[in-house]
Every structure is written in C-alpha cells, then in structure tokens.
C-alpha cells in the first residue's frame, strides 16, 4: 500500500477533507482546527504532494481514488464526508464512482464534474510544455495568484504566498503528472447527479477556473444539495471568506451528520 501522509483531529464522525492541485493538507489548517471541535477529521496529501510520494510517473484519478479507498481500510473508516477541493474534488468524483459505499456526505468545492474541454485539454498540454521548457517555479509565479479574485489578492497576500510555497515544494514530475490526469479524467456529471447523500457545492463569482455557471448548472442538477456561488470571490473560498466558509461546511455537516 502507498504512504499517505495525513493530519487527524478531533473526534466524532470522519470528514476527510483532500486538497487542489499543488497544494497539501496544510491549505485546510484553519478548517481541520474549526471542524476537529465535533468531528474526527483528517486532511490527507494526495500521493505526489506535500509528505506523500508519488510512486508512478503516470497517474489517473482512479489510481488515486484507489490508494485512498485502501488508506480508509487501514484507517477503520467504512463512511466518510469527502471535501474535495479543485483537484480534490475530481478524486472525490472518483472515490464516488468507484467506492459509493464510502460515501455519507460529498462536498464539491470550486470543483466540476465535468471532463475538459477540447480547449481546455489544449491548455493543459500547453502547461505541461511550458513546465518542461521553464519549470515549475516559473510557472508557479502566475499560477497561485490567478486562483483569488484580483481584488482579493492584497487582502490575501499570505495566503497567496502560502499557495506559491507550496507549488514550488511540488516536485515537477508531479505537477506533469497530475496535469495530464486532469487533462484525460473521465466525464462525472451523472455521478455528481446521482450521488445518494445530500451534497454540498461552494463556487465563487470571481474564479477564473470553474466559473459560475459550470457551478449554477452542478447545482440545478441535484434536488438534494446545499449550493452557494460566493460574491467577489475566486477559486480559493476557504481563504478569500473563512468566516462565510466555515459557517457553510458547519451549516452541511450539521445537517447529513
């Protein structure tokens, strides 16, 4: 089995809350410190960030969706609320897929169901040139500010500066990685509609990735979810509002557990 290197607090019911692309559980420090008053909650890196290494120079969403199902197992946990993040929300779909029996609570955050586009699949192939040519930490530079709302970029200064850190300590070969499991994941709408527990789903006005109709069409499509798009805010709610985020989750967790 893969070493998952992982952070729990608290107690009570698991909430497994899984980090976006370049980033590592440290981005949940303030959620996990909150939400650890009443459940028992871990924040994992994915396999390739953070502490936990990535093994394979190849990797798709299932491979992960795979390894975590098996850190569950070694975890005692049989039910779960998934809190899956950009990146981590495409894990999570997949976990979904997958491993439904895992699932008690789903929460998508600034995340989509859907597979790239044509363009968008483009775009990634466009990274992964640029990456090998430059590197990541040229990259890096414009990539972790480009996830908050311009207007929020003063405000969250330490914040971005937390993001950069942590997409510069990605190895590259992660980062290629990751770029082209993105870049061929599968189409997930109709998991994202069928999903049996109530779900929740957080998007921001302002994010540049996932816009705000991708997140109102996720919301309409379900009867049982808890939908909110985020005034003014980008792609990155859980720094750019933590006060309206947390009162969000603890709002959805109260409510499925």
Same mark, same amino acid.
């Given at each position: 089995?893969?070493?998952?290197?992982?952070?729990?607090?608290?107690?009570?019911?698991? +909430?497994?809350?899984?980090?976006?692309?370049?980033?590592?559980?440290?981005?949940?420090?303030?959620?996990?410190?909150?939400?650890?008053?009443?459940?028992?909650?871990?924040?994992?890196?994915?396999?390739?960030?953070?502490?936990?290494?990535?093994?394979?120079?190849?990797?798709?969403?299932?491979?992960?969706?795979?390894?975590?199902?098996?850190?569950?197992?070694?975890?005692?946990?049989?039910?779960?609320?998934?809190?899956?993040?950009?990146?981590?929300?495409?894990?999570?779909?997949?976990?979904?897929?997958?491993?439904?029996?895992?699932?008690?609570?789903?929460?998508?955050?600034?995340?989509?169901?859907?597979?790239?586009?044509?363009?968008?699949?483009?775009?990634?192939?466009?990274?992964?040139?640029?990456?090998?040519?430059?590197?990541?930490?040229?990259?890096?530079?414009?990539?972790?500010?480009?996830?908050?709302?311009?207007?929020?970029?003063?405000?969250?200064?330490?914040?971005?500066?937390?993001?950069?850190?942590?997409?510069?300590?990605?190895?590259?070969?992660?980062?290629?990685?990751?770029?082209?499991?993105?870049?061929?994941?599968?189409?997930?709408?109709?998991?994202?509609?069928?999903?049996?527990?109530?779900?929740?789903?957080?998007?921001?006005?302002?994010?540049?990735?996932?816009?705000?109709?991708?997140?109102?069409?996720?919301?309409?499509?379900?009867?049982? +979810?808890?939908?909110?798009?985020?005034?003014?805010?980008?792609?990155?709610?859980?720094?750019?509002?933590?006060?309206?985020?947390? +009162?969000?989750?603890?709002?959805?967790?109260?409510?499925?557990?």
């Amino acid at each position: 089995m893969q070493a998952i290197n992982f952070k729990v607090k608290g107690e009570g019911f698991p +909430v497994i809350l899984i980090h976006g692309f370049c980033e590592n559980l440290e981005m949940w420090n303030d959620v996990q410190y909150h939400l650890s008053a009443q459940y028992k909650t871990y924040a994992l890196d994915l396999p390739g960030f953070g502490q936990s290494p990535l093994l394979t120079d190849s990797i798709s969403l299932e491979n992960v969706a795979t390894i975590i199902k098996e850190w569950c197992q070694k975890q005692g946990i049989t039910e779960a609320v998934f809190i899956g993040h950009s990146l981590g929300g495409y894990v999570s779909l997949a976990i979904a897929k997958l491993y439904p029996e895992l699932i008690k609570g789903f929460g998508l955050i600034h995340s989509t169901a859907f597979a790239d586009t044509e363009e968008g699949k483009v775009n990634r192939d466009k990274v992964i040139a640029f990456i090998e040519k430059h590197g990541h930490e040229k990259w890096i530079e414009t990539f972790a500010p480009s996830l908050f709302a311009k207007e929020n970029l003063a405000r969250c200064e330490k914040d971005v500066e937390l993001i950069r850190q942590m997409g510069i300590n990605t190895s590259q070969g992660s980062i290629i990685a990751y770029t082209q499991a993105m870049r061929d994941r599968k189409d997930r709408f109709e998991v994202w509609k069928s999903i049996a527990p109530h779900c929740l789903l957080i998007g921001g006005t302002e994010d540049i990735r996932i816009g705000p109709a991708v997140s109102e069409e996720h919301i309409y499509a379900r009867e049982k +979810v808890d939908g909110y798009i985020l005034s003014g805010i980008g792609h990155m709610g859980m720094f750019e509002d933590r006060n309206q985020f947390m +009162v969000i989750l603890e709002k959805y967790l109260g409510k499925i557990t």
